[in-house]
């Protein structure tokens, strides 16, 4: 759990993408050796890079800079849709940077199977001698660290899970949900279509956009797991759609 401090360090990182321990320093007062202290623990979370003097965030497809872009409500998202799993259950998590916190979350329960297209979620349990991992095989997405393709296919089709947790980058009315990749949006779509629950966990600033390709409509989805700022409009749009609408 971050503290005050450390959030406001992920602030700063979101608006001008690198920071310097003096500058945190003085616009934090506190000492250099505490904000090195604070980047570091922060490193190893995925949260941001040390980089000499300081630490940056990553490139844009890169699930630890985007975990640390709004990450209190990320987080809150993460643990209310961890309630929705329960102990004994097998599910699939397919990508996305509240993915990656919901994985962390469902570690805490027992006997829970996770099975993942991505690879930088499945390393959150590298630590987690008694986590129960299975990581798809696929097309490796050096960027997003997503597994993609035929062989990716032809995993899900080998699996049974009870609920799946999928990613997005926009949602209108007009395109629903789209993302911008289109090997990730076919992965998606398939995914949807194989599972009997599924789960679009994103947070609200992605609505009202329309990336490249969509991967489904509200009605082909069960539930939609995003933070209280979400515009009414898109809530009564989902739950006429029959979709049932976790606010964090």
Not at 6 to 14: A, C, E, F, H, V
Not at 23 to 31: G, T, Y
Not at 144 to 172: H, M, P, W
Not at 207 to 228: M, N
């Amino acid at each position: 759990m971050l503290n005050e401090r450390q959030k406001s360090i992920l602030n700063l990182l979101g608006h001008q993408d690198e920071v310097s321990v003096n500058e945190l320093s003085k616009q934090l007062k506190v000492s250099s050796v505490t904000i090195r202290q604070d980047l570091n623990f922060m490193e190893s979370e995925g949260l941001l890079k040390r980089i000499h003097g300081g630490a940056v965030l990553r490139d844009a497809d890169d699930l630890a800079n985007r975990l640390g872009v709004n990450y209190d409500k990320k987080l809150k998202i993460a643990r209310k849709v961890a309630e929705y799993v329960n102990e004994g259950e097998t599910i699939l998590i397919e990508s996305g940077s509240i993915n990656a916190l919901l994985a962390r979350e469902i570690a805490k329960k027992r006997n829970v199977k996770i099975i993942t297209t991505n690879v930088y979620i499945a390393r959150q349990f590298r630590k987690n001698a008694g986590a129960n991992v299975i990581l798809l095989g696929g097309l490796y997405q050096h960027q997003s660290e997503t597994l993609v393709g035929k062989i990716t296919r032809v995993c899900i089709d080998q699996i049974n899970y009870s609920k799946a947790f999928l990613g997005i980058d926009g949602y209108t009315t007009d395109s629903g949900f789209t993302l911008r990749d289109l090997f990730r949006s076919e992965i998606s779509s398939y995914i949807i279509e194989k599972s009997n629950e599924v789960f679009i966990v994103s947070d609200s600033s992605k609505f009202g956009k329309t990336e490249l390709t969509r991967i489904c409509y509200p009605a082909d989805i069960q539930h939609v797991a995003t933070d209280s700022d979400l515009e009414q409009e898109y809530v009564n749009d989902l739950c006429h759609a029959g979709v049932n609408v976790i606010l964090a």
